[in-house]
């Protein structure tokens, strides 16, 4: 058991919804009787259930069931995967990314059509800030003079937006298949809740109501992982900011997530105090000003309710900072500070700005998994950025600092694998931002319920009175892992009193053989019914 309460406990008892117990197996043993169940895990790991900080229901669900272009390298074997595609309806991809190819030269528009057969084409980069649309599609979603449209196949900024939104026009029963096929593929993977990030330009109000829906199951439905909906709209008063909260109802935490300072590094539209090195002219784009983003700041701060934005690059964050010095001017700083406003990626942070940002007791919603995809020698960061490139994403720095921070995946940019979110923090291709696996364990887990305000602050532990939320993991070894060696080497020693995690050094990932939310399981491996 994975448990802050006992780090040599072998056993848990649950009780309805909550952790009653924790302790050793002989205990359990003595305590045990006929009103019980009892279940042998027969030397599986049991530990809090993952939170992934920031994802999207809708369009995991539909990139899960499109074509899977991440292993695609060549404009022609992308073309070959749009011939393949067999279906009658628009031909939708997701996970294209040149910056990994030999010869990062993108397909025609005719080029898609001619593959297509005529039929629409939308096939959305990797981190979904761009894509590739065929000229058919293009006519539909009426790009022409639209902002990041130039003719050809490639779409970003408003006219990614617009040609999106056409193959987003679906029937409420789709649109609820794709959600529950993601909310499936979570559990499976030991989530226990998840943060969506609905917004106007992603999936609109009805969207993010369908997704909140899911938390109220009717009688015979299956249970999913808690949804905790946040909006991310602009608004410029307290007045506004109440009405617009009260208007969407679906128990929206914030008005926060994917209000878009500015777009992303892989699509150049990052917005960068110098310009891209891989095109020097380009320094991204800013979608709000200042002032905008200071008034939806102190209107927020006002009204009680989380604001706060998507910012990536290191002039959407020089923005974003101005901004909250702005609404403390307004509102003053202990408003600002004790709402716990969030901001989402922060991918590019000096010391400066994570001493502000700490300063503000503002929580930074990080992703993991974009260091371990993009980092590196090499890397996508490296190729946009150049030497700026090994600053990224510095976990080290937040913590060291102060900063609050929770993780996830911004699901479908990076998958459903908690794990490998834990590893990317051991093994940031800085070293010196490197975390211990049990400080990533604490950012995917207890940290996530905290950054969403939840009521229970028990949340995210295993310990009595604790809900009983949690996952069961089977494991080849377990150890402590921290960013220096020399530590890790001794503290694997039970008399440190540490709780082990599963060592993330073995090629492989742990495997879920169950997910448990308030005492309702989610998921079950045959492998455990077995």
Not at 51 to 58: A, I, K, R
Not at 197 to 202: D, F, K, Q, R, V
């Amino acid at each position: 058991m994975y448990t802050a309460a006992d780090p040599f406990a072998t056993a848990m008892l649950v009780d309805g919804d909550t952790v009653a117990w924790v302790g050793s197996e002989q205990a359990a043993t003595s305590i045990a009787d006929s009103t019980m169940d009892i279940i042998d895990l027969r030397g599986a790991l049991v530990a809090p259930g993952f939170v992934d900080s920031h994802m999207h229901l809708t369009e995991t669900g539909i990139a899960l069931e499109s074509l899977q272009l991440g292993p695609v390298t060549s404009a022609r074997a992308l073309l070959d995967a749009v011939a393949g595609d067999r279906g009658d309806g628009p031909v939708l991809g997701h996970g294209w990314d040149e910056s990994t190819w030999a010869d990062p030269t993108l397909p025609t528009a005719e080029e898609l059509d001619r593959a297509a057969g005529g039929r629409p084409v939308y096939l959305s980069r990797v981190d979904v800030h761009s894509a590739l649309v065929s000229t058919s599609l293009a006519r539909s979603a009426d790009l022409q003079d639209k902002d990041g449209y130039d003719g050809g196949a490639r779409v970003a900024r408003a006219a990614h937006e617009a040609a999106r939104q056409v193959t987003r026009r679906l029937p409420q029963g789709v649109l609820k298949r794709h959600q529950a096929r993601a909310l499936a593929e979570a559990a499976a993977n030991g989530y226990v809740a998840l943060a969506e990030m609905g917004a106007p330009h992603i999936g609109g109000a009805e969207d993010l109501r369908l997704a909140a829906g899911w938390n109220a199951p009717e009688a015979g439905q299956p249970r999913y992982p808690d949804v905790m909906p946040y909006w991310g709209e602009l608004v410029s008063s307290e007045e506004q900011a109440r009405a617009l909260v009260a208007e969407l109802g679906a128990g929206v935490r914030g008005l926060a997530g994917d209000l878009n300072i500015d777009g992303s590094l892989g699509s150049r539209t990052a917005a960068l105090r110098a310009g891209y090195s891989d095109a020097g002219q380009e320094r991204g784009t800013l979608y709000l000003g200042v002032d905008q983003a200071a008034a939806h700041l102190a209107a927020c701060s006002l009204a009680g309710i989380q604001g706060g934005f998507h910012v990536i690059g290191d002039a959407g964050l020089d923005a974003a900072l101005e901004a909250l010095d702005l609404a403390a001017k307004e509102v003053g700083e202990q408003r600002v500070r004790a709402v716990g406003h969030r901001f989402e990626h922060v991918e590019m942070a000096d010391a400066a700005a994570v001493a502000r940002l700490a300063h503000y007791s503002v929580t930074v919603s990080a992703q993991p998994s974009f260091d371990a995809a993009w980092g590196g020698p090499g890397g996508l960061y490296e190729q946009r950025l150049g030497e700026r490139s090994r600053s990224m994403n510095p976990f080290a720095a937040f913590h060291s600092a102060g900063v609050p921070v929770c993780f996830g995946s911004d699901s479908p940019v990076t998958p459903l694998r908690p794990w490998s979110s834990v590893r990317a923090c051991v093994e940031h291709h800085n070293e010196d931002q490197r975390i211990s696996a049990r400080a990533a364990f604490l950012g995917h887990t207890r940290a996530g319920w905290r950054a969403a305000r939840h009521a229970n602050p028990m949340a995210g532990q295993l310990v009595p009175g604790a809900p009983a939320s949690f996952a069961v993991w089977e494991v080849e070894e377990l150890m402590v892992q921290v960013a220096d060696g020399r530590v890790q080497s001794w503290s694997t020693d039970p008399r440190a009193r540490t709780p082990l995690l599963p060592a993330l050094d073995t090629g492989s990932d742990p495997v879920c053989l169950q997910t448990v939310k308030d005492g309702a399981e989610l998921f079950v491996s045959p492998a455990l019914r077995s």
